[in-house]
Structure formats: C-alpha cells, structure tokens
C-alpha cells in the first residue's frame, strides 16, 4: 500500500504574496517556451533557462550537460516538461544536489526550482520528504511534475520560473533560487564521519600570537636576540 501525500495548509506569508508576472516594470520574469516555434538561437537560450533553473548557474558544467535530451528537444520529440524531467533524472543532479543534502534540505531545492516558489512550511517538506523515502526520486519528480500547481503555470512548454518574491527579499540580500548556492549541511558531515570539534570548556577566541614557537621556529631566534 503506498503512502499518499500528507495534507498541508498554507501557512506561510509568502502564499498571499503576488506572483512576479503580475507586477509591473522590470520584476516581470522572462519566459522560455516553445508554444511559438522558436529560432534556433530562441532554442539554445530555451535550453541554458532550462540548465539555469533546475542546475543553478553555480552548476551548469561539462558534465551536467545532457546531449541527448538537447537534441530531442531540438527536434520536437520531447517537451519542455520532459526535458526539466530529464535534467532531475540525471546522475548530475543527483550527485550535486541529493548526495550531499538531507530530505528536507533536497524537497526545498526542488520545489524552489521546479515550481518556482519557496516552500510553504515545515509541514510541506515533511509530505514529500516521505514521497522520496517511501516511492524513491523518480515518483517525488513526477509528483511535482505532474501537480495542478506546475500544470497551471509550466503546463509542457514553458521552463519554471522563480514565480513568488521572498518577503523582505530585497532589505535581506535575497538572491534568487536559481542562483542560490547549494551548501553541505551539518547533518551531512556528521553522517560523513567529518571531524567536529567539541570542547566543554568557555568559549574563548584564538589569537594566533598566543600559540608557543617549537623547536626550530624562527621566533625563538628572535627572542634570543632581544634578550641580548
């Protein structure tokens, strides 16, 4: 019996506020779709959105680019859809992105890059998390790939888009999604055996000057010479 997906509100401020494309001036995001034919120089910037959403311009490398999907979606074999899927199903996105972050930390990325927005509360992470634990990575894709959510606003043609700001995006420095950074937990270098460093004692700042010279150090010499 599978798990289906656990209800969740609306709890975070974020859901009320309007989306980019119903803002004037330069907020509006630029949309990649191939509902009109596009050129091929409109396909190839089609392709670096597609890389630039799912990958994040931090990852878009040799070796997270998928030939082979390129040219199907060249040629109109495949839809956007299909190729955001195939990008997610890469063994790069998941070497650079799910072996080095937990659950949680992996549904945020991608509902941040797959259906543009942030996501809602502790609760949201929890319902997929169980999705990816319970049915695997292909089945949590699919699961955001074919919501009403992602239909609604990507339906097969167009690539994802950062659709919602983050409050107080601009007073804080915010970046968007796809530009974020992805970082190594904690938990991930525990889980690694990485080295901690645990001490019981006041928390005391070092300075380098306090550390004693050993044997062979040239301020010992210096020392020496002050002393004369």
């Known amino acids: 019996m599978s798990i289906?997906?656990?209800?969740?509100?609306?709890?975070?401020q974020n859901q009320r506020v309007d989306g980019f494309e119903y803002l004037p001036g330069e907020e509006q995001p630029k949309i990649y779709t191939t509902d009109d034919v596009p050129t091929a120089i409109e396909m190839d910037e089609i392709i670096w959105a597609a890389y630039r959403q799912i990958f994040s311009e931090h990852q878009i490398l040799?070796?997270?680019?998928q030939p082979f999907l390129e040219s199907q979606l060249r040629f109109n074999q495949?839809?956007?859809k299909d190729f955001i899927k195939g990008l997610l199903l890469s063994e790069s996105f998941r070497a650079l992105n799910y072996n080095f972050n937990n659950n949680y930390r992996f549904v945020e990325m991608c509902i941040q890059r797959v259906l543009g927005r942030d996501v809602y509360n502790q609760r949201?992470?929890?319902?997929?998390?169980?999705?990816i634990a319970s049915k695997g990575l292909?089945?949590?894709f699919n699961t955001l790939l074919e919501s009403d959510e992602y239909i609604e606003n990507f339906a097969d043609n167009t690539v994802p888009y950062q659709r919602r700001r983050v409050i107080a995006q601009r007073s804080k420095g915010e970046v968007?999604?796809?530009?974020k950074t992805p970082r190594m937990g904690k938990d991930f270098l525990l889980k690694q055996g990485m080295p901690q460093l645990l001490w019981a004692g006041p928390v005391r700042k070092f300075r380098p000057q306090e550390q004693q010279?050993?044997?062979g150090d040239p301020a010992l010499f210096l020392s020496m010479v002050k002393d004369l």
């Open 4 to 12: 289906p997906l656990l209800n969740y509100s609306l709890s975070t």
């Open 62 to 65: 040799v070796r997270t680019a």
């Open 78 to 80: 495949i839809k956007v």
């Open 124 to 131: 949201e992470k929890l319902a997929f998390s169980i999705i």
């Open 138 to 140: 292909k089945a949590f």
């Open 176 to 179: 968007p999604f796809n530009l």
């Open 213 to 215: 010279p050993k044997a």
